[in-house]
């Protein structure tokens, strides 16, 4: 166990979320660069299109799957944070929009839920929204990965006739699958 009490720290969990979700979208959206913060001052920069890159996608995401199945603690310890600087700009509340090379017509996000779960909210979320959804073409994309814990979402307008549904359909799906998240983890702690 760590002498700096970093374990016990409750933003911990949060915060290697947070470096999971940003690595799922750096694996499945092309074109996405992390820089990521380490305790001791200096930062990683992870790349598929920077060749000066300290790593690819793939590698991080290894890295964090070792330290997550095994508990290795590569670099759990010593990742601070994980910041977006290329390839998704960040339109609030954890909605992204692909930037590098790409068109404004879809929108990313990412959830913890389980792949059929996730599936099935977003589901509810596209019945709840029918009159709304109806006339426009949007089609949405999961792309779990297990080993991470985590679903990268893209929601993205098949025609024209969607683009002025884009971001409400993607703050609805997102906070359908923000609220059974929170429900999942009250049951875990109350069972």
């Known amino acids: 166990m760590p002498t700096d009490g970093r374990s016990d720290d409750p933003s ?10 940003a690595a799922c979208l750096a694996h499945v959206v092309p074109g996405v660069s992390l820089r990521i913060p380490l305790a001791n001052g200096q930062h990683l920069f992870v790349s598929h299109v920077c060749l000066g890159a300290d790593l690819d996608p ?6 964090l799957i070792v330290d997550r199945n095994h508990g290795i603690r590569l670099l759990s310890d010593t990742i601070v944070d994980a910041e977006i600087v290329s390839g998704l700009a960040h ?9 590098a090379g790409a068109t404004d017509d879809e929108r990313w996000f990412t959830s913890t839920l389980h792949p059929d779960q996730l599936i099935d909210t977003l589901r509810d979320c596209a019945q709840d929204g029918a009159a709304t959804v109806e006339s426009a ?21 098949v025609d024209s006739t969607c683009a ?3 971001d409400e359909v ?14 999942g983890d009250l049951d875990r ?3």
């Open 12 to 21: 911990h969990g949060r915060r290697l979320g947070h470096v999971r979700e």
């Open 58 to 63: 793939c590698q991080l995401r290894s890295a």
């Open 91 to 99: 339109l609030g509340g954890g909605i992204y929009q692909r930037s």
């Open 137 to 157: 073409a949007i089609e949405v994309v999961v792309k779990p990965d297990a080993d991470l814990g985590v679903s990268a979402v893209c929601i993205r307008c």
């Open 164 to 166: 002025g549904l884009l």
């Open 170 to 183: 993607a703050v609805r799906a997102l906070a359908m699958c923000l609220v059974a998240e929170l429900v």
């Open 189 to 191: 702690t109350t069972n």
